[in-house]
């Protein structure tokens, strides 16, 4: 298994963790470029490093942002490896562990929900701030806004009415506006092989 095949494991594994945003390889201000993270209600943050080796994760310990854990992402933050490549006992205090076999990814060990500082929230903000930016780069002359608001346009086309079956943004449910509830932790591999 390549990285990239491992990290699109887990861009499918946080879709179905319940991140409704999820960003692959992005760098960051902070120097870190997460393989993959996801963000859920309340602005809860789920970081996945991906690792095909073993010395590629000891080599990861040396990095600032894992030396100087507050200026890491993700408030829960994981490791997804090959099965057996990492041994529980070799994670960083609070890190999980996923572990791809049989086509899977299964959850070895669960991450602390609390690993995300002020500063790694910080952090965490530009990387976001500057993926829209790059959006909004490639969607220019229109603007982040306009293109939010793209089912005005479908009702202008459509002589008033929105099309059946879309529902207007007002109605439209945005589960990132509500406070996290008791909601489930089960993260499945939604995406086929």
Known sequence: MTHAQLVQKAVCWLRGYRCGVVLSE???????MPDAIGWKRANHSVLVECKISHADFL???????RMNSASGL???RYYLAPAKLIAAEELP????LLEYRNRNVEMIKPSARNLRSA?????????LLASLRRVEIRIEPESI???LKWKNRMAEYNRGA????????IEEPNNFLLAESGESNVGTDSCGD
């Open 26 to 32: 992005q760098a960051c201000i902070s120097g870190e």
């Open 59 to 65: 080599a990861d310990r040396a990095k600032p942002f």
């Open 74 to 76: 993700g408030c829960e």
């Open 93 to 96: 205090m609070g890190w999980g």
């Open 119 to 127: 500063k790694g929230l910080n952090f965490e903000m530009n990387l």
């Open 145 to 147: 806004t306009e293109f």
């Open 162 to 169: 929105l099309p059946e079956g879309i529902v207007s943004a």
